[in-house]
């Protein structure tokens, strides 16, 4: 289900999504923010007043609280008898950044540890309680995250690592051929003492500590792909935001369990930040609002794959494969690598299908002027001329012998060696046939 901003109550879309203490979603956007449940949703806008900021990301406290930069500061929000919020002084900035005037707008958690950047330059430690101190330096920010109890930091500009080591980010050393491409985007505990990380165009890797490796070697997951971010879904699976893909539902392993992508849902194609919520419902933060959704999926939605129009339509499974009957025309499943279906695609005969029916394993079609068997390697061949859309039962009567009912007529469809003909029994008055039950005899 995506939910537009308006849906939420704010004028644009949230720029940060968090997990409230006492179970509530926070959608924070710019000078307003939401609180709600998922299904209804209470907004709230800054004070005219107080100074703008333009806040990439938020904290929030134990007890509730809602953290973010300011200038010259960090700042608690608190909200005013008339509901609307500012931001509140709540820590100064270490002595030798005193002089900078640009606001913070980026807060990054790794545990219970709070960091705080303009994207680039210093970076500041702090929490409530706690005295803001500078623990590092980097050209551009790209995600904090934490490994067992470590906590790590990665730079965008040239795919840099750094680690905390003593109340300082240390660089990390790496292959010296180290570049942009291999930065890290996301982290997830593995749930094996490893950890799952994203990366800008090198895939899904698995990290135990000492050495990098891939995880998957083809796919959207085995690179070109950025994966923006990665969250545990429980049950040893995980999901990824890929981007300009969708979310993908892996296991640990790295197979592919499900794909929600962006054929269901444009939108779904800049997915930027997964989370959880103790309900087992994944929420989606997506550059055109919030997206949640359930998975394992209870059903499948094809309706986005299908080319023709579905005013009627069937569904059928011929050699593993998923086939659908619509509109007169029949469409064949295409799945990828990973036996994925991908897409319909129209491969039927003319002029007007009718029905399709495995007969021993030949997969026959019947249209307005007979009978057609689609060949092993595509197409479809005549079997024979006759009656007009022809409907049978696929339980022979006897073996190579099956029943018709036609337009005006009933009789016998037979096959032997390569030979397929008709039995015909004229019944007049009749008219159109749609399909057919059997009793006892």
């Known amino acids: 289900m995506v939910l537009a901003p308006q849906v939420l109550g704010l004028n644009a879309p949230p720029v940060d999504l968090q997990l409230m203490p006492d179970g509530r979603l926070l959608a924070f956007g710019r000078g307003e923010l939401a609180l709600g449940d998922g299904v209804r949703w209470e907004a709230f806008r800054q004070r005219d007043d107080d100074p703008p900021v333009n806040t990439a990301s938020v904290a929030i406290a134990a007890d509730g609280r809602i953290y973010a930069g300011m200038a010259g500061a960090i700042a608690r929000i608190d909200f005013g008898p008339d509901g609307r919020w500012r931001y509140v002084r709540a820590a100064a900035l270490p002595a030798e950044l005193k002089d900078v005037a640009d606001p913070l707008t980026i807060v990054a958690t790794a545990g219970p540890d709070w960091f705080w950047s303009w994207g680039s330059g210093p970076i500041v430690a702090w929490h409530p309680g706690a005295q803001a101190e500078v623990v590092g330096q980097l050209n551009a920010l790209e995600r904090i995250f934490r490994l067992n109890t470590a906590v790590y930091m990665s730079d965008q500009s040239n795919g840099a690592l750094f680690r905390l080591e003593n109340g300082r980010f240390r660089a990390v050393p790496l292959a010296p ?6 930065t890290i985007t996301a982290a997830a505990p593995a ?10 165009s090198m895939g899904l890797l698995r990290y135990d500590g000492t050495t990098l490796a891939p995880l998957v070697t083809r796919g959207p997951l085995a690179g070109m792909h950025r994966i923006n971010d990665v969250c545990a879904v429980g049950s040893g699976l995980f999901a990824l935001a890929v981007d300009n893909v969708g979310v993908v539902f892996i296991d640990r392993t790295g197979r592919t369990i499900q794909t929600l992508d962006r054929t269901v849902d444009n939108r779904l194609a800049r997915v930027r930040h997964l989370l959880r919520e103790p309900g087992g419902a994944l929420w989606a ?3 055109e609002g919030l997206a949640r959704i359930i998975f394992p999926a209870r059903f499948s939605s094809l309706e986005p794959l299908v080319t023709t129009g579905l005013s009627f339509s069937q569904v059928f499974r011929h050699e593993g494969a998923l086939w659908l009957m619509s509109d007169g025309r ?4 295409i799945y990828d690598d990973e036996h994925r279906l ?11 299908l009718t029905s399709l029916v495995d ?3 030949a997969w026959v079609a019947t249209t307005q002027n007979g009978i057609f068997r689609h060949e092993p390697g595509g197409g479809w061949t005549e079997l024979a001329r006759g009656p007009v859309s022809p409907h049978m039962r696929p339980q022979p009567v006897e073996p190579g012998r099956w029943l018709f009912a036609a337009e005006n007529e009933v009789g016998w469809l037979r096959h032997s060696g390569a030979e397929w003909r008709f039995e015909r029994f004229p019944q007049p008055g009749m008219g159109h046939v749609f399909g057919a039950v059997a009793d006892a005899q």
């Open 177 to 182: 051929d180290r570049y942009v491409d291999q």
């Open 191 to 200: 749930g094996d003492g490893s950890t799952l990380l994203g990366t800008i």
């Open 285 to 287: 933060l997506m550059n």
């Open 330 to 333: 029949a469409q064949r499943g």
């Open 342 to 352: 991908v897409r319909f695609e129209v491969d039927t005969p003319e002029p007007y």
């Open 359 to 361: 007969l021993d394993g």
